[in-house]
Structure formats: C-alpha cells, structure tokens
T-cell receptor, first 115, second 113 residues
Framework: GDSVTQMEGPVTLSEEAFLTINCTYT??????LFWYVQYPGEGLQLLLK?????DKGSNKGFEATYRKETTSFHLEKGSVQVSDSAVYFC??????????????FGQGTILTVHP | GAGVSQSPSNKVTEKGKDVELRCDPI?????LYWYRQSLGQGLEFLIY????????KSGLPSDRFSAERTGGSVSTLTIQRTQQEDSAVYLC???????????FGEGSWLTVV
C-alpha cells in the first residue's frame, strides 16, 4: 500500500537558519503530494502541494519539489522564523480507486525555532 | 461557518461509556473524512464518505467505532464502550467535488479515564 516516510525529529534551529525536512513516499500510480502544518493548539492546515512530477509547491517562503525519480518531496525554507515552530506532515493522495483524495500521512516532524 | 467545524473540542469520558463526536463540513463539500491523531501513531485514516456512495470504513480500528453522515452533510463518529487507548484527537476533514485538497477541522480531543 501507499506510505510516507518523514525525517524524524524533533528539529531545533536558530532563527534565520536553513530548513530541510525530508520526505519520501511509496505509491502506485501518480499521487499528489502535500505538506500540512499544525501550529500549537491549532488544526492541520495545508501548507503547499504538488500534483505532478517536477511541480514545485510554495507558500510562506516554504518550497517542495515533486521528484518522481527519487520519490521525494522534501520541504525547504531559506530562513526560518520563530513563528514557523510547528509540526509538519508530509502526505500523499492517490487519485485512483474508491477512496479518491484519501490522504496517507507521514509521522510528522516537530520543528522548534529559537530566537 | 467558513471552515470545518467539530464538537466538542474537548471530551473527558469514563472507560466503558459511549461518546459521539460531531463534524460539520464546509458547505458544499461532497467528501468527508475522519482521522485519528494519537501520540506515537501519527495520523490514522478512519473512514471516508463520498456523496451517496457506500463509505470506505477500512480504517476503523474495531467494531466499537462507527460513523454516519446524514443528508450528505453533518457526520457523527460514535465510539462505544470507550477504552483508554481510544484517547486521541479525532480530526474531521472535507473536500469539494473538484480538486483533491482536503481541509481539516481543529479536532475533538478525547480523553478516556
């Protein structure tokens, strides 16, 4: 079945540091890929997505590129802020079958950014 | 409202009691999902409703768990004879008929004591 493997955390960075959170996936067909973020005390929010190979999703300074050859969707940000402290989830959605749009999530990576 | 609405936001219940969790999806969204988020287990898919089709119940962990969706809108997740391992945040999400982006509610935090 489909699966998502995320870089284990927690990740602790200083403000303005470069961030990479690795994500790889296993799926049949051509899934869509997502990053969701969960800020403290809040629900899951879509951060960015990519629907086909070589697409780059971007939002709030975060980027991730859909790499089919390496089955990866690594999240990057050039300069993190304290307000980026949250839990980040990589996820995929397969378009086929009876459960269209059903998301399979990675385990989540806790990011803490210090001033 | 504009987003997915869930209630209650917090529920503490005694082991063995039944609980009901409610989800009000975004207006017009045809698909509705329930997920569970617990420590050490990440986010687990529970059940999926799409229009009038039979729901995908493949993620329900036991027959103590059931869900219904009335009138294609509001959904209720019921857990019977709750156990301590049922303690988790139960997340509801919905998706429009076109596109594959899923929008989540803030969750219902269930604690079984």
């Amino acid at each position: 079945g489909d699966s998502v493997t995320q870089m284990e955390g927690p990740v602790t960075l200083s403000e303005e540091a470069f961030l990479t959170i690795n994500c790889t996936y296993t799926a049949t067909g051509y899934p869509s890929l997502f990053w969701y973020v969960q800020y403290p005390g809040e629900g899951l929010q879509l951060l960015l997505k990519a629907t086909k190979a070589d697409d780059k999703g971007s939002n709030k300074g975060f980027e991730a590129t859909y790499r089919k050859e390496t089955t990866s969707f690594h999240l990057e940000k050039g300069s993190v802020q304290v307000s980026d402290s949250a839990v980040y989830f990589c996820a995929l959605s397969n378009a086929g079958g009876t459960s269209y749009g059903k998301l399979t999530f990675g385990q989540g990576t806790i990011l803490t950014v210090h001033p | 409202g504009a987003g997915v609405s869930q209630s209650p936001s917090n529920k503490v219940t005694e082991k063995g009691k039944d609980v009901e969790l409610r989800c009000d999806p975004i207006s017009g969204h045809t698909a509705l999902y329930w997920y569970r988020q617990s420590l050490g287990q990440g986010l687990e898919f529970l059940i999926y409703f799409q229009g009038n089709s039979a729901p995908d119940k493949s993620g329900l962990p036991s027959d103590r768990f059931s869900a219904e969706r009335t009138g294609g809108s509001v959904s209720t997740l019921t857990i019977q004879r709750t156990q301590q391992e049922d303690s988790a945040v139960y997340l509801c999400a919905s998706r429009p008929s076109s596109g594959n982006t899923i929008y989540f509610g803030e969750g219902s935090w269930l604690t079984v004591v």
